[in-house]
């Protein structure tokens, strides 16, 4: 099975930058598209950005031009680097990841961003 461990929130000022990594177990890692979704409190889960399989960032949501989403298939891992936070970036933030021929959707347990202004 596929697991999915996101690491790097935390606690950063409006203006600031982080880095969050999800790490990827199992089998086939390069023929998965990969996902980056955020749920605040009170709202419902959002995209922020997604990766295919073939490396192409697509489907970016408004946070694009400071956010970018990239995939390293040596180190299993997708990345989401975040500039230029602002206090509505406040959320949880999941890594997702779903077959490129399909099957189940595939969700980290999430990690905390907080931006404070």
């Known amino acids: 099975q596929v697991r999915l461990v996101e690491s790097g929130g935390g606690v950063v000022q409006a203006g600031g930058s982080l880095n969050l990594s999800c790490t990827f177990s199992?089998?086939?890692?390069?023929?998965?598209?990969l996902g980056w979704y955020r749920q605040a409190p009170g709202k419902e889960r959002e995209l922020v950005a997604k990766?295919?399989?073939?490396?192409?960032?697509r489907d970016q949501t408004v946070m694009e031009g400071r956010f970018t989403v990239s995939r390293r298939n040596a180190e299993k891992t997708v990345t989401l680097q975040m500039n230029a936070l602002r206090p509505e970036d406040t959320a949880v933030y999941f890594c997702?990841?779903?077959?490129?021929?399909?099957?189940?959707?595939?969700w980290g347990k999430g990690t905390v961003v907080t931006v404070s202004s």
């Open positions: 997702y990841a779903i077959h490129r021929i399909g099957g189940v959707d595939n």
């Open positions: 199992g089998a086939g890692f390069e023929s998965y598209d």
């Open positions: 990766v295919y399989h073939d490396g192409l960032a």
